[in-house]
């Protein structure tokens, strides 16, 4: 029992020391925007496809850099206006050619090649397609504060859900996917949201109304959670605990940021179409 409290405490220390590495810098960028803050997403896309193909894909080298280089390529391409005039072509050719490259090149393993090559499109789309929204949501005016609020949304709900479950944790929320997390933590993770997203709105987003802020909070908070859950199912049909082992104390980056790149297209969407804010 001490033995696991001690690494437990270790591991927390680990995150926390991290966190206050990384999030000055991904703050910085994000308040700089442009080049640097695309540049930042579109490495950050590159590491989540590296991460998702390495755990699905693990039998042919030309496959996984096919795979890498269209979800690096329709990350960034989605952010131009070529892009917006032709995208149903750009991805038709993309299933095509994920399909042909599985056929000519399947791998050591022949069998399950039509599911790795459905993994591979999956990967596309929610490895790349997903985060390229953060770069979407910072073109927007003042699109800084909604990054910054996409993540203090995400972020600060999973803070909330960590310490909250550790306190009050009793009723498993989805035991089936992901046995650690509770109704309890889930509240706690709600509560979270609501009020940094609150705190946010006083600090630097006032042009929202208070009612707007508390609905984006609850969307935002209650979808990023559900974003954790998609990646625990992901990593438990392939049978991995983590994606990576790039952050300490937090797995991979996939493990990072899977809150947050569920809850980048539910702000992108609020924002453009409910408050039309472009």
Known sequence: MAEDKGKRMSNLLARVLTAAVAAP????????????????????????L????????????????????????????????????HAWMVLVLGVMIILLVYLFFPGSVVRGAAERAALSMLAVFYAAALPACLIHLRMLRDGW?????????????????????RAFGKRKLYPLISPGKTWEGAAGGLLGSVLFSYMAWLTFFPEISIIHMLIISLLGGAVGQM???????????????????????????LDRIDALIFAAPILLFYATYILEWH
Do not use: N, Q
């Open 50 to 85: 590296y991460e998702f193909l390495a755990m699905v894909e693990k039998s042919s080298p030309v496959c996984i850099a096919t795979v890498w280089i269209l979800g690096i390529a329709l990350a960034w391409g989605s952010t131009t206006t070529w892009f917006s005039h």
């Open 227 to 253: 974003g954790d859950l998609v990646e625990s199912m992901i990593k438990r049909s392939v049978g991995v605990k983590d994606s990576g082992k790039l952050l300490p104390g937090h797995g991979g980056l």
């Open 145 to 165: 504060a909604w990054v910054l609020l996409a993540m203090i949304i995400t972020w600060g709900s999973d803070t909330a859900a960590y310490f909250s479950g």
């Open 25 to 48: 810098v991904v703050v910085w960028l994000t308040w700089i925007g442009g080049l640097p803050f695309t540049l930042l997403i579109l490495v950050a896309v590159g590491i989540s």
